[in-house]
């Protein structure tokens, strides 16, 4: 939605370097599909900050926006060659995977994210779902479950 991209970029402005905010910044330029914004904060970013995991996943959103998956999957797995430790760029990438079909990839990334951010609901959840789409009915419930479990409050 427009308010919640105008909230975002209040955020942005007021915490330029908070990789929190960025984040979340470009998940609403991705949903609102402001191609020419995410465009720009990309280079503004790679000029600013050259090969930081930050500019990288910028340019990976731009490409997933425009649905070009697997540009953007390469970008969001240099993300996470930068910084291990980057969530966001792994469920994206394991989103990149699931939406070009590659359902192994998907749940390898998803897997490792889950051991990588045990806390993070979200990797649970995805792999779950990743688990449907594959056909592993029984598996994926443990996986909603144990997502569940973990963010009973998460409306994912």
């Not at 996470?80 to 989103?95: K, N, P, R």
Request: proline fraction near 3%.
């Amino acid at each position: 939605r427009s308010s919640d991209l105008v909230t975002t970029t209040q955020l942005h402005n007021l915490y330029p370097h908070d990789r929190a905010a960025l984040c979340l910044h470009l998940l609403a330029l991705v949903e609102t599909r402001s191609h020419a914004k995410l465009f720009r904060l990309g280079h503004v970013l790679q000029h600013s900050r050259p090969y930081s995991e930050v500019a990288v996943y910028a340019i990976g959103c731009y490409y997933y926006a425009r649905s070009e998956f697997e540009k953007a999957g390469r970008y969001f797995a240099k993300a996470t060659d930068i910084d291990a430790s980057f969530a966001e760029a792994w469920v994206v990438l394991g989103h990149c995977y699931a939406t070009l079909q590659e359902g192994e990839h998907a749940l390898s990334v998803y897997r490792r994210a889950m051991n990588m951010f045990p806390g993070l609901a979200e990797c649970a959840t995805f792999f779950g779902v990743q688990q449907i789409r594959t056909l592993s009915a029984r598996s994926a419930k443990a996986s909603l479950q144990g997502a569940l479990l973990a963010s009973p409050y998460d409306p994912l």
